[in-house]
């Protein structure tokens, strides 16, 4: 492959990649901005027929828009609490939501940041890659036990969708006893809180991932 391809190549990665990781955000924004415009033009009038200053009006609407998209969001949380409510949300999923770029790795890191039992990461580690003495947080997501390496994903700050996957040997791994929904915490907060998870390597010969 030659500079030129290369160079495009790595800008439509770059570009594509960056798309998916703002794009379930971007969406989550347009439908809450969407509900407060709807919200504004037909409870606007009704409030301004009340001789009010325009600033108490401008407030007493968001504060009803806001009130409006935290009912909705608890009707939307009980609906699919039932059983006829998951078979939709499935069905809706695998249908549409799936096919959007992003969509399943925000999926796993909401569900991880507010308590899914399941999750592709299985453990916090520190990592340094070129032996340089500069270590990155890392989550391991795949173990290969047919040899002595493991898969790490090295997620950016302060969006944890996206990052780098190495393979790694265990020696070159640091294991910690941190949570998972803690680092990513940190990461999100681009390092802030980074303190714990140093404390919490684990106390091994070399401080190095050992199996069992």
């Given at each position: 492959?030659?500079?030129?391809?290369?160079?495009?190549?790595?800008?439509?990665?770059?570009?594509?990649?960056?798309?998916?990781?703002?794009?379930?955000?971007?969406?989550?924004?347009?439908?809450?901005?969407?509900?407060?415009?709807?919200?504004?033009?037909?409870?606007e009038?009704?409030?301004?027929?009340?001789?009010t200053?325009?600033?108490?009006?401008?407030?007493?609407?968001?504060?009803?828009?806001?009130i409006?998209?935290?009912?909705?969001?608890?009707?939307?949380?009980?609906?699919?609490?039932?059983?006829?409510?998951?078979?939709?949300?499935?069905?809706?999923?695998?249908?549409?939501?799936?096919?959007?770029?992003?969509?399943?790795?925000m999926?796993?890191?909401?569900?991880?940041?507010?308590?899914?039992?399941?999750?592709?990461?299985?453990?916090?580690?520190?990592?340094?890659?070129?032996?340089?003495?500069?270590?990155?947080?890392?989550?391991?997501?795949?173990?290969?036990?047919?040899?002595n390496?493991?898969?790490?994903?090295?997620?950016?700050?302060?969006?944890?969708?996206?990052?780098?996957?190495?393979?790694?040997?265990?020696?070159?791994?640091?294991?910690?006893?941190?949570?998972?929904?803690?680092?990513?915490?940190?990461?999100?907060?681009?390092?802030?809180?980074?303190?714990?998870?140093?404390?919490?390597?684990?106390?091994?010969?070399?401080?190095?991932?050992?199996?069992?």
């Amino acid at each position: 492959m030659s500079i030129k391809n290369k160079l495009i190549n790595y800008l439509l990665t770059t570009l594509i990649g960056g798309l998916a990781a703002i794009l379930p955000l971007g969406l989550i924004i347009l439908f809450i901005r969407w509900i407060v415009k709807l919200i504004e033009r037909y409870l606007e009038p009704l409030v301004a027929l009340f001789e009010t200053d325009s600033r108490f009006t401008t407030i007493i609407v968001y504060a009803i828009s806001v009130i409006a998209i935290l009912a909705l969001f608890f009707s939307i949380g009980l609906f699919i609490r039932t059983r006829f409510g998951k078979m939709v949300v499935h069905h809706i999923e695998k249908k549409y939501l799936s096919k959007l770029p992003g969509y399943k790795a925000m999926r796993e890191i909401v569900q991880q940041l507010f308590g899914g039992n399941r999750t592709f990461f299985s453990e916090v580690v520190l990592i340094d890659i070129f032996n340089s003495g500069v270590l990155m947080t890392g989550f391991i997501t795949d173990y290969q036990e047919h040899n002595n390496y493991l898969t790490v994903f090295v997620p950016t700050g302060p969006n944890p969708t996206s990052g780098n996957i190495y393979h790694l040997p265990k020696e070159k791994v640091m294991r910690t006893d941190i949570s998972v929904d803690y680092a990513i915490k940190t990461i999100i907060s681009c390092g802030a809180g980074s303190e714990s998870v140093f404390t919490s390597i684990k106390n091994t010969d070399n401080k190095k991932y050992t199996s069992g």
